[in-house]
C-alpha cells in the first residue's frame, strides 16, 4: 500500500460566526469530565481524491462551514479554565495540509468536552453545514450532560465492578472485546511485567440506554466507563476492594460501533475509511470502529511492542481476525 504524505500548507484560527450570548459563556464540567485524562477525542475520515474539485475550494468550503458550525457547538470555540469552560469565541485551530493520495479530514477535540458520540454529532452537523443542508438535517446539539453528573469534585472516587458478570447472548461489541481481552491477558503473561492484577475498562454511551432522557445530540461525556474484571498472572479472577494504577494494570476498550461516520458527506460523497483514537496515545488501548460494509469490526490496539508481537501470533485471535488487512482510499 503506497505511504501516505501529509505537508502543512497553513493554520488559522475560525472563529464562530456569530458571537455567543452572554447567558451561555461559561460551560460548567460535570466530575465525570474532570476525571478524564488530558487527552483528545480523534477522529479521520477519508475520501477519494477527486482532482475536479480544487483545493482551494475545499479548504474555503471547510472553514466556511466549521465558522457557521462552531456558532451552534459554541463550547468548542472556548477554552477549559479548571472546572469550567469560558466559551469566549476564541476560536478552533484549523490546520490546511496536502495529502498525497486521497481526501481527509481529521477532527480533534478535548476528551473533556467530547465523547465518540459527541463528536460524532458535531462531525454530522459541519457536514450537513458544508452541503447547505443544516436547517432540517442535524437536531441542534445541547450541552446538558453536567446535568446528569453531579459538579466537578477533586474528592470523587471512580466506582469500581469487583467481578464481571457472564453474559447469556453477547453482542458482537461483548464477542470482540472478550476475544482482544483475552489476547491481551495472554501476551502480557508471557512478559515480564511490574503488576500482575489486569483491569478492563469499558465506557458505555447512555444515550442509547435511556433514550427517553438523554438525546443523541447531547454534546459531553455521556457515558459510564465499567471497571469489570481484576485478572491474576494464572487468569484466575481476583476481587480487591480498592484499585489504583498502581496495583493494577489497566486495558481499555472503547466501541465506537453504530456511530454513523461513514455517511458524513461534506459534498464530495461519503467517506471511504474511518479511524478513531485519542491523543496522545494511550497503551493497552483498543478502539473498535465498523468496517464500511458493516459486516465486521475493525480493531486498532495499542500495546507496548514486546505485548503486540506476542499479540498478533495468537492462535485464537487468528481464528476469528486478519491483521493489518489492506484499506482501499
Known sequence: METMKVETIGKEIIKPSSPTPNNLRTLQLSIYDHILPPVYTVAFLFYTKNDLISREHTSHKLKTSLSETLTKFYPLSGRINGVTIDCNDEGAIFVDARVNNCMAIGICISHKIADATSIST??????????????DEVAGPEFA???????????????VDEL?????????????????????????????????LKVLIQPVNLRSKIPSLLSQSLVGNVMFSSVVLSVGQQGEVKIEEAMSYETHEPYTVSSWCKLPL?????????????????????????????????????????????????FE?????????????????
Do not use: H
Open 164 to 196: 464481571a458478570e457472564a453474559v447469556d447472548r453477547p453482542t458482537r461489541v461483548e464477542s470482540v472485546t472478550a476475544l482482544l481481552w483475552k489476547g491481551f491477558v495472554a501476551a502480557a503473561s508471557s512478559t515480564t511485567t511490574t503488576c500482575d
Open 145 to 159: 450532560a453536567a446535568n446528569f453528573y453531579p459538579p466537578a469534585n477533586e474528592a470523587f472516587k471512580f466506582p
Open 262 to 310: 461513514y455517511e458524513a458527506s461534506f459534498g464530495w460523497g461519503s467517506s471511504v475509511w474511518v479511524t478513531g483514537n485519542i491523543a496522545p496515545a494511550f497503551g493497552n488501548l483498543a478502539m473498535l470502529v465498523d468496517s464500511k460494509d458493516k459486516k465486521g469490526i475493525e480493531a486498532f490496539v495499542t500495546l507496548p511492542e514486546e505485548n503486540m508481537l506476542s
Open 313 to 329: 501470533q495468537n492462535p485464537e485471535l487468528l481464528a476469528f481476525a486478519s491483521l493489518n488487512p489492506s484499506v482501499l482510499v
Open 122 to 135: 458535531f462531525i454530522q452537523s459541519w457536514a450537513a453545514m458544508a452541503r447547505g443542508e443544516a436547517g
